[in-house]
Each structure stands twice: as structure tokens, then as C-alpha cells.
């Protein structure tokens, strides 16, 4: 395949970016990181990959990471946080992850500056400015680079360009860490991260579904988002009964389906009825 001229050229100055440099990607092993890990690697003087492993993500996000890294024989590193030790995070205020980027990426500052490294990579696109990302107002102040943003380059354009590449990870969907499961306003807490965890492993591998959100609301009430295309065979009358049994053995209380299916961000639907 081949990259239109438009995109192309973005691409080419993404590329001249990393001319020359050491380079430090923020690596979730999710497609936009993966590709500026491949990118950088490919370009760049230097590379560095750098993971977070912490309760906020599921371990097979950790694993599909380090067998990318492996593949391409990019330095990795992987750097254990516990989120929950910022008590304000725990609080869960509509900037949290305002609060959770400036924290992992301090931690990442400081192995920039160890390592003699000249530039920190953040995979945020265009897209992401379309929602609210109070993320992004840290990568501001802390002075990491976005690339995509810079070169306007959405998800779409990432997808396609992993596909010239022949980037594995090219139709991989998009994944938010475990919090944003949870209501602005109410608490964060290690059972609470655990159950959608184990909630969410559960449906995915016994349904063999690639996408799905489970958010946990007040009263361990369990809300289900599956993609519209999957209602017709998830959601049958035996399935059911298998989904509240585990749910419930799990912790939930009430277990609900989101009759308007999965959709990225939906937490911030609220924030926007408050604007209202």
C-alpha cells in the first residue's frame, strides 16, 4: 500500500523530528506508542522504551509491550508505580489523570535526565483533543513532546500508517486504564480496580471479545458497554446468566447493560450535561 502525499509529508516531518536524537517513548504497547517506538527506533539515534506497570492496567497490555520491544529490539525498561499513593488521585476529581500523567512522567523525567536522553515521546493525536484530556495540560507544563499532535495526525492516519509498516498492532483497540471506569467523585480503591479488572478478562476471554468497557458505579452497580456489533451473540438469555453469576461473584451487586454500546470517554458524558 501506499501513504497519500498529505500524509506522507506529515509522516516525513514526524521522521525529521527524531533526526539525531535520543529518544525516551512513553510505551503502553497500544498503537500509538507502538508506532512512534517503531518510528523512533528506525530514525531516531537512540531509543528508549519506557513502560508503566501498575494496577490501573491488565498484565497482557505489559506482556504484548515487551514481546513488541523484543521484536524489534528496542532498550525497554518497565517502571512499577502504585497511582493510589497519590491520595488526591484516589479522590478521583474530574483532572485525574491531570494528576496521573504529572506523576508517571516526573518518574520518566528524572531516567531522562539519568540517561542522558533528549526528548520524551507521548502518543496523544488529534483525536484526543476532541474530548476532554486533562492529561494533556501535563505533557504541557512538563514539556513532552506530541508528535502527532504537532504534525496533526489522528488515529485513523496512525492506523493507516502502521499498516504501511506492517505493524502488528495495527488494528489493536484503543485501551484506558482502569480508573476512567469510575465515576468522577467517587473514591478509586484497589477492590474497586480489581473487580473491573477481573470483570473485564472475564467477558473478553470467555465471549472472545476484543473490545468492551465494564464502569463501576455507586452501590456496586456494574455497567456494561459492548460494541452494538456484538449484542447479537453476547447477549443471549443463557449468556446472560453467565455474565450476572461472575459479575456477582466478583463483587457487583447490580449488573446493567449500556444499551448504546461502547463508546471511548463516556464517563465525560456527565461533564458535559454539567455544562448544560
Not at 46 to 53: A, G, R
Not at 56 to 72: G, N
Not at 233 to 242: D, F, P, Q, Y
Amino acid at each position: 500500500m501506499s501513504l497519500s502525499r498529505n500524509l506522507k509529508n506529515k509522516l516525513n516531518r514526524l521522521i525529521s523530528s527524531l533526526d539525531g536524537k535520543k529518544v525516551i517513548v512513553a510505551f503502553s504497547g497500544g498503537v500509538d506508542s507502538s508506532l512512534l517506538a517503531f518510528l523512533s527506533n528506525k530514525y531516531a539515534k537512540e531509543t528508549l522504551l519506557i513502560t508503566e506497570k501498575s494496577i490501573l492496567y491488565p498484565d497482557d497490555e505489559i506482556e504484548e509491550a515487551t514481546q513488541f520491544a523484543t521484536k524489534y529490539s528496542i532498550q525497554h525498561i518497565i517502571i512499577t508505580r502504585d497511582p493510589l499513593k497519590n491520595k488526591e488521585f484516589q479522590c478521583n476529581p474530574s483532572n485525574r489523570c491531570y494528576l496521573c500523567k504529572t506523576d508517571l512522567y516526573k518518574e520518566i523525567l528524572e531516567i531522562k535526565k539519568d540517561w542522558k536522553f533528549d526528548i520524551i515521546l507521548d502518543g496523544s493525536n488529534m483525536d484526543d483533543l476532541s474530548d476532554y484530556r486533562p492529561g494533556m495540560q501535563a505533557l504541557e507544563e512538563l514539556g513532552i513532546s506530541t508528535p502527532y499532535i504537532d504534525n496533526k495526525i489522528n488515529k485513523e492516519e496512525i492506523r493507516e500508517i502502521s499498516k504501511f509498516y506492517n505493524l502488528d498492532v495495527q488494528t489493536k483497540p484503543s485501551m484506558a486504564c482502569f480508573s476512567s471506569r469510575i465515576p468522577y467523585g467517587q473514591v478509586i480503591n484497589e477492590e474497586k480496580l480489581i473487580m473491573i479488572r477481573e470483570a473485564e478478562k472475564f467477558l473478553k476471554k470467555t465471549f472472545n471479545l476484543k473490545q468492551l468497557r465494564v464502569r463501576l458505579h455507586e452501590n456496586k452497580l456494574g455497567r456494561i458497554e459492548f460494541l452494538a456489533d456484538d449484542f447479537p451473540t453476547v447477549l443471549t438469555r443463557e449468556n446472560m446468566v453467565i455474565i450476572k453469576n461472575k459479575l456477582k461473584e466478583l463483587g457487583f451487586i447490580y449488573v446493567t447493560i449500556d444499551i448504546e454500546g461502547f463508546r471511548s470517554g463516556s464517563m465525560n458524558e456527565v461533564l458535559n450535561l454539567e455544562e448544560i
